[in-house]
């Protein structure tokens, strides 16, 4: 395992690669604990970086057995990093590098590089992953064409690119397209293959393949539907079509993360990939299709065109994510998909912006690249595209993607080139909006307004607006009363960056007369300085905003709003994302109002539940999103935010005090929406049945408090499909009943792993506060539980940590629990074990007991000898 050294790297130091590849050629001879690798790479020397550059393969955990240079055996000395060849030993002219190293596949519990997962062979090199597997220039902005040969005695082995030829024991695959080692990808094992064709626009013939274990082929249907309807996809609204013969796909079972992009070989960890309606839920098939969707795009937004260094990595990721919310939205409803992407964007990126791991869309240093897979580098990376698109128009935004595509295919980039093809494209100036990638934190906009009746009545021909920022015109005086907004724009200081800037900030906004009626349909307002003045004549009435329609901006907005516009607006509001959040903002108010000063369930808001709940107009994925309440942790972050120490305890008591009133005054309704939400006939996976089931399990959990679990155990035997078995039995695990039904499912479904998964995590993330340690506790000593699996490990520990007020327990014992697991795991796979320690990163929070404990988990972590350095970066940034 790799010492702790961490060794800082810094944008400001990048120079170009010294030498660069034409070709690459591997042999990988298959052993599980002996491959041999021997690579075949021609250099030749970079002309733009000049003479004298010693050449640097990078190279970890590789037994040397051989190099040569042009044939010539030559005394290379690997240390712990790589190996360095001086200038003066290698021709002016292209050479051939060649070695042989060998590797222990199968002590390779890092889950990166190549490594063994149930019998087969796998690879993982994003981001440095290669270096395990052969000595290289292991950074992006080297690309090269690759030919792969595999000897092994498995009967499926597979690489990136076109098959070429192959034979028993062996096989042949060669990739044109030049790419970095990152892309890299080698599969072996016992495999079975779902077939399908797509033809592409310009006549390709293209053979697809998911590769699984024997007994989960009835699993891949949903998934190569998914990839079909990509290609397509990406064809119609990007012009953009495949480019190979070939599109593989394979699930593994043990990985890190959710997907990879390898050039023509994408590989899944099993759970973003095999579903069945017995064993998936709605929510996994709608991950199946997003991530599918998500790895096939990268095909040009990330390989085609990728990464010139990592600080870049939300050139790719940024794009990526955007691309697949467009496309999830064509796909199922744009207005459910947008309220999703910003419930995850709040659970995840704002709450890692207002804390100690707070960090740019573009980083400018970092330890451990590995780190820096972040809701920041992803999620928000995508909404300052989604922003970018807004500001400029769907036109534009089209033509500019066409000349990044015509400008940049087959190099590696950096956002600066992303930027700049926009403002040739539109002849923008894009320096202030840039900012949105330097600058880390959620910047927060107040509003603050004003109101002067008119003299008469408003005028016909509309609203007229002024930015008196820019203009300093005074309204035109005429009829109708002026409506005044005055937006103010902070970004609070984040580690490392004490003062901010003003950013470029599209706010979109409606205004809604008093009797709900659309005075003003959507506008974009750009707020480019601290503050700005908006003015709105000639209007009937003083008007409601609907503020940030669409989540224009990802910000946080505050503005003295009262139950009734925001009763108003949630009755009443055009745009789905400001309705929704109008209900929001309701039930967060009374919960506050129930934390903070003692108060009851807040009638105003159920009242206006109920309204949505028997509104038969709205979708019923709609209607789902609105019967959701806030999250404890949001809760959490909002009260913090406000000035206040959240209380776990008290968050969790009002949360479920506020359950128990809507499930009471709402029983009826509640009922009526169990009884009329049914979905009868064979499961279809589709977003309507997917939006009926949502509605009708969110009914179904508030009437379990009611009827001791009768019908939740009446749909748990009944339920042919996996959504509704686990809202059935989570329906009774949230309110302490379930015990009869978690032993039923573990018998029914001991088999099926993924079911399994669902099995753990369930049990811990349902558990009451006092409960949530000591059932984590049992379960990491079940038989089943394998904690060097990723997906088994997160299924007890990041629900634990999903379990807010049972992580946050006042004894200190989730804490210790979790850090004792993540010593344990870091040992062995320092990358999830790092990702995993980010339920540390709250603890400024809380009060000065919880601190503490959270402060001394992370002290423990840190002295532990031999931390790695993916670790060690985490956990330094979070102590601060
Ligand atoms: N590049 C992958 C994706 O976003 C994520 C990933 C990163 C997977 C690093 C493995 C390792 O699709
Ligand atoms: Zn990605």
């Not at 042949?172 to 079975?192: I, N, R």
């Not at 539109?426 to 002067?452: C, N």
């Not at 203009?471 to 409506?483: D, F, K, L, R, V």
Request: aromatic content about 8%; hydrophobic content about 40%; some cysteine.
């Amino acid at each position: 395992m790799r010492e702790a050294a961490p060794q800082t790297v810094y944008l400001r130091d990048y120079t170009p690669p010294p030498y660069l590849v034409d070709h690459v050629t591997l042999e990988v001879a298959l052993h599980p604990t002996a491959t041999r690798v021997r690579s075949t790479i021609r250099f030749r020397r970079n002309p733009a970086t000049g003479p004298g550059h010693p050449l640097r393969l990078d190279g970890e955990e590789l037994t040397l057995i051989a190099a040569q240079v042009d044939g010539v055996d030559i005394n290379a000395e690997p240390d712990d990093l790589g190996l360095s060849i001086p200038s003066h030993l290698l021709p002016d002219t292209p050479f051939v590098w060649e070695a042989e190293v060998e590797i222990n596949p199968q002590a390779n519990t890092t889950l990166d590089g190549l490594y063994m997962s149930n019998g087969m062979y796998s690879t993982q090199c994003e981001a440095e992953g290669f270096r395990k597997i052969t000595f290289y220039p292991d950074r992006p902005d080297v690309m090269a064409p690759f030919k792969v040969r595999v000897t092994s005695d498995l009967p499926v082995m597979l690489s990136n690119g076109n098959p070429v030829a192959s034979g028993p024991g062996w096989a042949e695959w060669e990739d044109p397209h030049p790419k970095p080692s990152y892309l890299f990808a080698l599969v072996a094992g016992d495999l079975q293959p779902t077939r399908d064709t797509f033809s592409t626009m310009e006549g390709r013939h293209v053979d697809l393949g998911i590769w699984v274990r024997a007994g989960d082929s009835d699993k891949t249907a949903y998934a190569m539907d998914a990839l079909k309807r990509s290609m397509l996809w990406d064809e119609a609204v990007y012009g953009r079509a495949y480019d190979l013969d070939v599109f593989n796909i394979v699930a593994v079972d043990d990985f890190n993360m959710g997907a990879m992009e390898n050039k023509g070989l994408n590989i899944f960890n099993s759970r973003c990939v095999l579903a069945s309606p017995a064993t998936a839920t709605d929510a996994d098939y709608a991950s199946i299709e997003r991530i599918i969707a998500h790895e096939y795009f990268h095909n040009w937004t990330g390989n085609r065109i990728t990464c010139r260094d990592w600080f870049q990595l939300s050139l790719k990721e940024g794009l990526t994510v955007f691309r697949d919310q467009q496309f999830m939205g064509d796909m199922r409803s744009h207005a459910v998909k947008r309220i999703g992407d910003v419930l995850s964007l709040r659970a995840r990126q704002f709450r890692e912006d207002a804390g100690p791991l707070a960090h740019a869309v573009r980083p400018e240093a970092y330890a451990e690249i590995n780190n820096f897979y972040t809701a920041t580098i992803y999620e928000k990376g995508a909404e300052v595209i989604r922003m970018l698109r807004l500001l400029v128009g769907p036109d534009a935004y089209a033509a500019a993607l066409d000349l990044y595509f015509s400008r940049h295919d087959g190099q590696a980039c950096t956002i600066d080139d992303w930027l700049s093809v926009f403002s040739d494209a539109t002849g923008r100036d894009l320096s202030q909006f840039k900012r949105w990638y330097g600058q880390a934190g959620t910047p927060h906009i107040s509003v603050t307004e004003d109101w002067v009746p008119g003299a008469d009545a408003a005028a016909p021909g509309g609203v007229t607006i002024t930015d008196t920022t820019t203009s300093n015109a005074e309204a035109p005086a005429g009829m109708g009363g002026t409506y005044t907004l005055t937006l103010r724009q902070d970004t609070p200081a984040t580690p490392g960056q004490p003062l901010k800037e003003p950013l470029v900030i599209p706010v979109a906004l409606g205004l809604i007369g008093p009797d709900g009626t659309d005075l003003l349909p959507t506008v974009v307002l750009e707020l480019t300085g601290p503050e700005q003045v908006f003015r709105f004549g000639n209007l009937p009435a003083r008007p409601v905003p609907s503020i940030l329609r669409d989540f224009s901006a990802p910000v946080i907005l505050s503005r003295d709003t009262t139950d009734a516009e925001r009763a108003l607006l949630l009755a009443h509001d055009t745009d789905p994302v400001t309705r929704w959040e109008a209900g929001r903002d309701l039930a967060r108010a009374g919960l506050e109002r129930m934390i903070l000063n003692g108060a009851g369930p807040d009638a105003g808001y159920i009242d206006a539940l109920g309204k949505m709940l028997r509104d038969a107009t709205l979708d019923p994925a709609f209607r789902a999103l609105t019967l959701g309440l806030p999250s404890q942790d949001d809760m959490a972050q909002g009260l913090f935010t406000a000035g206040h120490t959240p209380d776990p305890d008290a968050i969790h008591r009002a949360t479920q005090g506020l359950r128990r009133a809507i499930a009471t005054v709402l029983h009826d309704d509640l009922a009526q929406v169990y009884d009329g939400m049914s979905t009868p006939g064979a499961y279809d996976p589709g977003a309507v049945p997917a939006g009926k089931r949502a509605l009708r399990l969110g009914a179904l959990a508030h009437l379990t408090r009611l009827d001791d679990g009768a019908r939740a155990r009446a749909l748990f035997t009944s339920a042919d499909n996996m959504t509704e078995a686990m809202g059935a039995w989570t329906a009774l695990l949230t309110v302490g009943l379930g015990v009869e039904e978690t032993q039923r499912f573990y018998t029914r479904w001991q088999a099926e792993r993924l079911v399994i998964d669902k099995w753990f995590a369930a049990q811990v993330a349902c558990a009451a506060p006092d409960r949530a340690v000591a059932v984590a506790t049992d379960l990491s000593q079940h038989a089943d539980f394998n904690w060097k699996n990723p997906n088994r490990f997160r299924a007890v520990f990041g629900a634990l940590s999903g379990n807010a007020a049972g992580f946050h327990q006042a004894s200190g014992a989730g804490y210790a629990l979790l850090a004792d697991w993540l010593i344990q795991l870091d040992a062995a796979n320092p990358q999830t074990a790092a990702r995993m320690s980010s339920a540390f990163e709250t603890w400024r929070r809380y009060d000065p007991a919880r601190r503490a404990a959270m402060t001394a988990a992370l002290e423990r972590m840190l002295a532990h000898p031999g931390l790695s350095r993916d670790m060690t970066e985490m956990v330094s940034r979070m102590r601060g």
